[in-house]
């Protein structure tokens, strides 16, 4: 019988000892980056996550993380004796590792102005923190960083070593808010404190020279008030939950720079605070609180009555003891207690803002906020919970979903872009020019394809060239190139300045020719179009290529003579009768022209009015009357040149009443993604509205459609809810009625 090796399943737990030992075994006297030896470090780690009552595997891989650099092949070494999922937590810390320092290596030379840099660094931060999380498929990833990163202080702190700058600033600014956003309150005061002994020395022994004068008296007076109070308390027969809040230096310093305040100016670095079961025992504590020690008045605060912005609810008073000194007493119900330490509106949430954090002028209400709050409970609920009880596999499960994906820049600036974001999203996202000329990119050093979405952590590089322009297959929703709207829209943007460039360039070309064959070559183009009614040359030569304005208005432009009247409409391709009394084939059009009876009336071709949309009459040379909408450039230029043949004209009351059985042709203009059935899709909307096509026209340039539907309607809200169904059709840009 062949032997088999034995599955990872049956790998008994692993055990900080065996992690320890195998740590002792490979890695000598090798050191990590710091200078502190391998072996110190992994049992430091180890040791700090086991006081956060974390599982085995969680803690086997804080001791092994640091190693896996030092064996041949760590993946299948750990995987063999630790197990799969001590291998994948190893894997994960490692990636963490890779982002580094945001604080050091990120550049912020586009930002000139010290208030955009400042506020760049902090979007910066924040978006780190932010990546932390999501980039750890396991929140335990996150504590395992958190725990090395406090022990990797205690070895500067304990030899008397000045980390490299980075370490404390980037602990202070990403590791600390992290860890108090997460609850984990033990490793945020020692990240905070032991960064700040190395930010700033000389204020640190300041403060801490003038704690430790008092700390012993400080300490004892504590404890006997403590006593006091729980004392009176039995006696008033309230149950309450007693207890004395230690105050950090960093937190003091905080406290002192956020408020201006002087060291001795400072309340709450003896303070307690008390929790009771509802409201009106919060007020029954308070008077017995103001009963044995004197209140200081101006500093009472009920956020009971009168709640922060963020939802922060406690009773506030500092009171002037024994000894003459002030101290602070917050009192609050377990409901408020639990809603400041995990709720929606956090506590950290304001600490962290600083100086306008303490007006309590920040909220925390976004989806990502949640998220935290939800994952300090589960830790929080941990902490009940004795060895590696079945509850930790929640945990193991706990990631942030939030709907962003963090990946790096080579100068490692964070960017958030949507899930499933690509590589020209990323270009977009940087700037507009670099989308446009991106022809490539690499992930982590490795050329992708630009449509591979990007995952969290990820170092992008675009590949660009010098000149150039976008793909249309980038607009095309089944390929997959663009994820981002913000992205779509400058795409968009560039081919319809594309295409008016082109248009520009076909009219050019056109009027050219009409100059040539009436022998007007030296006619000065800028008098030409001013004459025709245009600021400019180019806003000639649109229109004409688009065929709004007849190049016969150009020719009776250049021999003086007035210009030629719209033709009366010809029936366009595809067109067909409908079952309705057309306007469109000489049946009444329902418009009333006053002063005038029984005068021939036509609806002009070049602008199709539709009820109820305003109109104006213009008289034709034997041809009666042409109906314009009144914001019709064509009718406008008439209009200028000859105001006398303009007749006041409206639509019949029939037909504004909607009794009228008349249907009026309308131009719709339809931009879409060409793709295969897009024709069909578009009919069966007209088909759905019992809209009558009576023309259609449609050709295709770079996989993008341009269609126009010729649509007979009985007043223009019909219009505008076809174009607002069409808009909705798959791959359709946009949708509008041709002005």
């Given at each position: 019988m062949?032997?088999?090796?034995?599955?990872?399943?049956?790998?008994?737990?692993?055990?900080?000892d065996?992690a320890?030992?195998?740590?002792?075994e490979?890695?000598?006297d090798?050191?990590?980056?710091?200078?502190e030896?391998l072996?110190?470090?992994?049992?430091g780690?180890?040791r700090?996550m086991?006081?956060l009552?974390?599982?085995?595997?969680?803690?086997?891989?804080?001791?092994?993380?640091?190693?896996?650099?030092?064996l041949?092949?760590?993946?299948k070494?750990?995987?063999e004796?630790f197990g799969?999922?001590?291998q994948?937590?190893?894997?994960?810390?490692?990636k963490?590792l890779?982002?580094?320092s945001?604080?050091s290596?990120a550049?912020?030379?586009?930002?000139?102005?010290t208030?955009?840099?400042q506020?760049a660094?902090?979007?910066?931060?924040?978006?780190l923190?932010?990546?932390l999380?999501a980039f750890?498929?396991?929140?335990?990833?996150?504590l395992i960083r958190l725990?090395?990163?406090?022990?990797?202080?205690?070895?500067?702190?304990?030899?008397?070593?000045?980390?490299s700058?980075d370490v404390?600033?980037?602990?202070?600014e990403i590791?600390?808010?992290l860890?108090?956003r997460?609850?984990?309150?033990?490793?945020?005061?020692?990240?905070?404190d032991?960064s700040f002994?190395?930010?700033?020395?000389?204020?640190?022994?300041?403060?801490?020279?003038l704690?430790?004068?008092k700390?012993?008296?400080?300490?004892?007076?504590?404890?006997?008030?403590?006593a006091?109070?729980?004392?009176?308390?039995?006696?008033a027969?309230?149950?309450?939950?007693?207890?004395?809040r230690?105050?950090h230096?960093?937190?003091?310093w905080?406290?002192?720079?956020?408020?201006?305040?002087?060291f001795?100016e400072?309340?709450?670095?003896r303070?307690?605070r008390?929790?009771?079961?509802?409201?009106k025992d919060?007020?029954?504590?308070?008077?017995?609180?103001?009963?044995?020690?004197?209140?200081?008045?101006?500093?009472?605060?009920?956020y009971?009555?009168r709640?922060?912005?963020?939802?922060y609810?406690?009773?506030?008073?500092v009171v002037?003891?024994?000894d003459?000194?002030?101290f602070?007493?917050?009192?609050?119900?377990?409901e408020m207690?639990?809603?400041?330490?995990?709720?929606?509106?956090?506590?950290?949430?304001y600490?962290?803002?600083?100086?306008?954090g303490?007006a309590?002028q920040?909220?925390a209400?976004e989806?990502?906020d949640?998220?935290?709050?939800?994952?300090?409970?589960?830790?929080?609920?941990k902490?009940e919970?004795?060895?590696?009880?079945?509850?930790w596999?929640h945990l193991?499960?706990?990631?942030?979903?939030?709907d962003?994906i963090?990946?790096?820049?080579?100068?490692?600036?964070?960017i958030?872009?949507?899930?499933?974001?690509?590589?020209v999203?990323?270009?977009y996202?940087?700037h507009?020019?670099l989308g446009?000329?991106?022809?490539?990119?690499?992930?982590d050093?490795?050329?992708v394809?630009?449509n591979t979405?990007?995952?969290?952590?990820?170092?992008?590089?675009?590949?660009?060239?010098?000149?150039?322009g976008?793909?249309r297959?980038w607009l095309?929703?089944?390929?997959?190139?663009l994820?981002?709207a913000r992205?779509r829209?400058?795409?968009?943007?560039w081919?319809l300045?594309a295409?008016?460039?082109?248009?520009?360039?076909s009219?050019?070309?056109l009027?050219?020719?009409?100059?040539q064959?009436?022998?007007k070559?030296?006619?000065s183009?800028?008098?030409l179009?001013?004459?025709?009614?245009f600021?400019t040359p180019?806003d000639l030569?649109?229109?004409?290529?688009?065929?709004e304005?007849?190049?016969?208005?150009?020719?009776?432009?250049?021999?003086?003579?007035?210009p030629p009247?719209?033709?009366?409409e010809?029936p366009?391709?595809f067109?067909?009768?409908?079952?309705?009394?057309?306007?469109?084939?000489?049946?009444?059009?329902?418009?009333?022209?006053v002063?005038?009876?029984?005068?021939l009336?036509?609806l002009a071709?070049c602008?199709?009015?539709?009820?109820p949309d305003?109109?104006?009459?213009?008289?034709t040379?034997?041809k009666g009357?042409?109906?314009?909408?009144?914001d019709c450039?064509?009718?406008?230029?008439?209009?200028?040149?000859?105001?006398?043949r303009?007749?006041h004209?409206?639509w019949?009351?029939?037909?504004?009443n909607?009794?009228?059985?008349?249907v009026?042709?309308v131009?719709l203009s339809?931009e879409?993604a060409?793709?295969?059935?897009?024709?069909?899709?578009?009919?069966?909307?007209?088909a759905r509205?019992?809209?009558n096509?009576?023309?259609v026209?449609?050709?295709?340039?770079?996989?993008?459609?341009y269609?126009?539907?010729?649509?007979?309607v009985?007043?223009?809200?019909?219009?505008?809810?076809?174009?607002s169904?069409?808009?909705?059709v798959?791959?359709v840009?946009?949708a509008s009625?041709?002005a």
């Amino acid at each position: 019988m062949t032997e088999t090796a034995v599955p990872a399943q049956t790998l008994p737990e692993p055990s900080i000892d065996d992690a320890l030992a195998f740590v002792r075994e490979h890695a000598k006297d090798a050191r990590v980056s710091t200078g502190e030896l391998l072996t110190d470090h992994a049992v430091g780690t180890a040791r700090i996550m086991q006081t956060l009552n974390v599982d085995s595997h969680a803690i086997a891989a804080a001791a092994l993380f640091a190693l896996a650099p030092h064996l041949d092949d760590p993946e299948k070494v750990i995987t063999e004796r630790f197990g799969p999922e001590v291998q994948r937590l190893v894997s994960d810390v490692r990636k963490l590792l890779r982002l580094g320092s945001v604080s050091s290596r990120a550049t912020l030379a586009e930002f000139p102005d010290t208030r955009d840099a400042q506020a760049a660094r902090r979007a910066q931060v924040e978006a780190l923190r932010k990546m932390l999380l999501a980039f750890a498929q396991d929140i335990r990833v996150v504590l395992i960083r958190l725990a090395s990163r406090v022990q990797t202080l205690r070895y500067h702190a304990a030899h008397k070593i000045d980390p490299s700058p980075d370490v404390p600033r980037e602990t202070l600014e990403i590791y600390a808010p992290l860890a108090n956003r997460l609850g984990i309150w033990q490793l945020k005061w020692e990240l905070e404190d032991l960064s700040f002994r190395f930010e700033d020395p000389v204020t640190y022994k300041r403060i801490a020279k003038l704690l430790d004068e008092k700390r012993v008296e400080r300490e004892s007076y504590v404890t006997d008030a403590i006593a006091r109070l729980q004392k009176e308390l039995d006696t008033a027969h309230i149950k309450a939950d007693v207890s004395g809040r230690p105050k950090h230096i960093y937190s003091i310093w905080k406290k002192m720079r956020g408020k201006h305040l002087d060291f001795s100016e400072l309340n709450d670095v003896r303070a307690f605070r008390v929790i009771v079961g509802d409201i009106k025992d919060c007020y029954t504590v308070l008077g017995i609180v103001h009963n044995l020690w004197q209140p200081v008045p101006r500093e009472f605060d009920d956020y009971i009555s009168r709640p922060k912005p963020n939802g922060y609810k406690s009773l506030h008073t500092v009171v002037i003891g024994d000894d003459g000194r002030a101290f602070e007493v917050q009192i609050r119900t377990y409901e408020m207690h639990q809603f400041a330490e995990y709720g929606v509106a956090a506590h950290w949430r304001y600490k962290e803002a600083g100086a306008r954090g303490y007006a309590g002028q920040v909220t925390a209400s976004e989806k990502y906020d949640e998220k935290i709050a939800w994952l300090r409970q589960l830790l929080a609920w941990k902490d009940e919970v004795e060895g590696d009880q079945p509850g930790w596999q929640h945990l193991r499960d706990a990631t942030l979903d939030d709907d962003h994906i963090y990946v790096l820049t080579p100068q490692a600036r964070v960017i958030a872009l949507p899930q499933g974001a690509t590589a020209v999203d990323f270009a977009y996202h940087l700037h507009s020019e670099l989308g446009h000329r991106c022809r490539g990119a690499r992930v982590d050093g490795a050329m992708v394809p630009l449509n591979t979405p990007l995952q969290n952590g990820q170092t992008v590089e675009i590949v660009a060239v010098k000149e150039g322009g976008p793909s249309r297959d980038w607009l095309n929703p089944q390929l997959g190139y663009l994820h981002s709207a913000r992205a779509r829209q400058k795409v968009r943007s560039w081919f319809l300045a594309a295409d008016a460039a082109e248009n520009i360039a076909s009219g050019r070309t056109l009027v050219e020719k009409t100059l040539q064959r009436e022998g007007k070559t030296s006619v000065s183009l800028d008098q030409l179009a001013t004459k025709l009614g245009f600021k400019t040359p180019e806003d000639l030569y649109a229109v004409v290529a688009k065929e709004e304005f007849s190049l016969r208005n150009i020719e009776q432009a250049l021999s003086d003579a007035p210009p030629p009247e719209p033709e009366p409409e010809a029936p366009e391709q595809f067109e067909k009768r409908s079952s309705g009394q057309s306007v469109a084939h000489g049946a009444s059009t329902g418009v009333l022209v006053v002063g005038v009876d029984a005068l021939l009336t036509q609806l002009a071709r070049c602008c199709r009015p539709a009820p109820p949309d305003q109109i104006a009459g213009f008289v034709t040379r034997g041809k009666g009357m042409s109906v314009h909408r009144t914001d019709c450039a064509t009718f406008q230029r008439m209009a200028q040149r000859a105001p006398e043949r303009v007749l006041h004209t409206t639509w019949s009351a029939e037909v504004m009443n909607g009794r009228g059985s008349s249907v009026y042709p309308v131009d719709l203009s339809v931009e879409s993604a060409d793709r295969q059935g897009l024709l069909r899709d578009i009919s069966e909307v007209f088909a759905r509205e019992k809209i009558n096509v009576i023309g259609v026209k449609s050709q295709s340039r770079r996989n993008i459609a341009y269609m126009q539907f010729t649509v007979e309607v009985s007043n223009a809200a019909q219009i505008q809810r076809a174009c607002s169904l069409l808009g909705e059709v798959q791959g359709v840009i946009r949708a509008s009625r041709r002005a």
